[in-house]
């Protein structure tokens, strides 16, 4: 069973940036397309973005222009890049990889605020 493992969550003032790493624990071309989704509390966990094995990624409305998703295939690695933070963006941020299965990391918490 492949693991992934998310990683580069913190607290950051309103504006600021972080980026969030998320690696497998087996080649990431096992998966058709890998994701970051998001969950705040009370809320249901709702995509971010998502990268397809060919072909550019795709965001939601709410990250555009602000939030950049890459992927090393060498190093079995996902990143996203959050740069123009807000607090709205506070949630629990979970890698997701999708095999036919989906396989889902443990998630790491971001927290915008002053």
């Known amino acids: 069973q492949v693991q992934l493992v998310e ?19 087996g080649s990431i071309f096992a998966f058709s397309s890998m994701a970051w989704y998001r969950q705040a509390p009370g809320q249901s966990r709702d995509l971010v973005a998502r990268i397809f094995k060919i072909g550019g990624p795709y965001y939601a409305e709410s990250v555009k222009g602000r939030f950049t998703m890459s992927r090393d295939n060498a190093k079995n690695t996902v990143y996203l890049q959050m740069n123009s933070l807000k607090p709205e963006d506070t949630a629990i ?21 002053a």
């Open 7 to 25: 990683s580069g969550g913190g607290l950051v003032q309103p504006g600021g940036s972080l980026r969030l790493s998320c690696a497998s624990s």
């Open 93 to 113: 941020y979970y890698c997701n990889g999708d095999s036919g299965l989906a396989v889902w990391g443990q998630g790491t918490q971001v927290t915008v605020s």
